[in-house]
């Protein structure tokens, strides 16, 4: 069963088309002096090995307790995006597919300290909906789905690399123009059951559980490990914004999806 995944995974991550979303606009600040203050000390690197330490013993029947001490893999997934700025690793002439296989699968588990363990532990506040009328709640945690049993779940999306310069056009007028780099990371895996939750929660309980609780997804990667899109869009007089989208999956099997809040269980996704 394994392995006609691995194939449906791997069609799906070279075939894998998704629309693009619209960068966040930046809200221009009045320009005023600062008053003198100490310089913030420069912020430690991330080391991959905190997060492969953080996730070492974790598994289906504890997940819950350990959900809070595991490093948010969205700082891994941030080093996997830098790494692969134009696009992930292609295989050579000379290379069999299962040696290149295997080399991209060495060097994403380099990236995630030594370990192809995945455990992420996403914010499900995007996923979920609260109808107050009814007591009832919804969470969805398919941000696509490729294939009937092949879904995407976003895991973090952020702004990198913002600068300006003067741009101008062909008739010689010009403007100050925003770049930067919109990046989504998302987790690419298949799904076999049923991926929406419903329940009935008190107001105070589902308020609790959109602001504190998390979809931790338990696995390991998944060959063919990684797929990317990258488009930009060009800035114009009227939207001076100059944006590079980048779009990364990383392929995992998942042994279990569940959805905590503060140490304790509240429902299991059926993927």
């Known amino acids: 069963m394994l392995r006609t995944f691995k194939v449906a995974i791997a069609v799906s991550l070279v075939a894998v088309a998704t629309g693009l979303t619209a960068a966040p606009q930046k809200r221009a ?49 941030h080093g996997i995006a830098s790494s692969y700025p134009w696009g992930p690793p292609t295989k050579g002439e000379f290379e069999s597919t299962t040696a290149f ?57 952020d702004i990198d690399g913002e600068s300006t310069y003067i741009g101008s056009n062909a008739y010689g007028a010009s403007t ?9 990371f998302y987790m690419l895996l298949p799904a076999r059951g049923q991926t929406v939750i419903t329940s009935t929660m008190a107001p105070d309980a589902a308020r609790s559980l959109k602001e504190n609780g ?27 914004n100059d944006v590079t989208y980048l779009q990364f999956y990383l392929g995992m099997i998942a042994q279990c999806a569940v959805v905590v809040n503060q140490g304790q269980e509240i429902g299991r996704i059926g993927l």
């Open 101 to 157: 296989d295997q080399r991209v699968h060495d060097e994403l588990s380099a990236k995630l300290g030594g370990t192809d363990r995945i455990v992420a532990v996403i914010p499900i506040r995007d996923m979920m909906k609260y109808d107050a009328d009814t007591s009832r709640l919804t969470i969805n945690p398919v941000d696509k789905r490729i294939k009937e049993n092949v879904i995407t779940v976003k895991a973090y999306s």
């Open 29 to 77: 600040t009045a320009r005023r002096s600062a008053p003198a203050r100490a310089v913030a000390p420069t912020p430690r690197p991330f080391d991959p090995k905190t997060y492969a330490a953080s996730v070492e013993g974790v598994d289906c029947t504890n997940v819950a307790a350990r959900a809070k001490s595991v490093v948010p893999i969205e700082k891994a997934l």
């Open 214 to 240: 998390s979809l931790v997804l338990v696995g390991s990667l998944l060959s063919p490990y990684i797929a990317y899109e990258r488009q930009r869009g060009r800035p114009t007089i009227s939207d001076p």
């Open 176 to 184: 100050e123009v925003s770049r930067h780099t919109f990046t989504q």
